[in-house]
Nanobody
Framework: QVQLVESGGGLVQAGGSLRLSCAASGRTFSSYNMGWFRQAPGKEREFVGGISRSGGSTLYADSVKGRFTISRDNAKNTVYLQMNSLKPEDTAVYYC????????????????WGQGTQVTVSS
């Protein structure tokens, strides 16, 4: 089992950048494919991006491709989401999640979730 804790959220102006971190407990972090999701007020949670166990494979939602970058440091049990060129529509609670099977956009395939961190982008 793994516990996930996100950090790095905050308030930023449109066009700015933020880097989110997700720290995992336990010694098996490298066994987990990791994903980032987000949920805006009044909307369903949506996939943002994912990264494989080794970091060699990534997936991105079309809405963030070219602006957001996922990376991981298995030695630090941490996955990151670098967000550049932020837009007001990126405002949401951002969640990290993990699963042991596959890098996927499908929320139901993730076993473990953090509690989320708020990102607010002002116009």
């Amino acid at each position: 089992q793994v516990q996930l804790v996100e950090s790095g959220g905050g308030l930023v102006q449109a066009g700015g950048s933020l880097r989110l971190s997700c720290a995992a407990s336990g010694r098996t972090f490298s066994s987990y494919n990791m994903g980032w999701f987000r949920q805006a007020p009044g909307k369903e949670r949506e996939f943002v991006g994912g990264i494989s166990r080794s970091g060699g494979s990534t997936l991105y939602a079309d809405s963030v491709k070219g602006r957001f970058t996922i990376s991981r440091d298995n030695a630090k049990n941490t996955v990151y989401l670098q967000m550049n060129s932020l837009k007001p529509e990126d405002t949401a609670v951002y969640y990290c999640a993990g699963n042991r099977i596959i890098v996927t956009r499908i929320e139901a395939q993730y076993e473990y979730w953090g509690q989320g961190t708020q990102v607010t982008v002002s116009s």
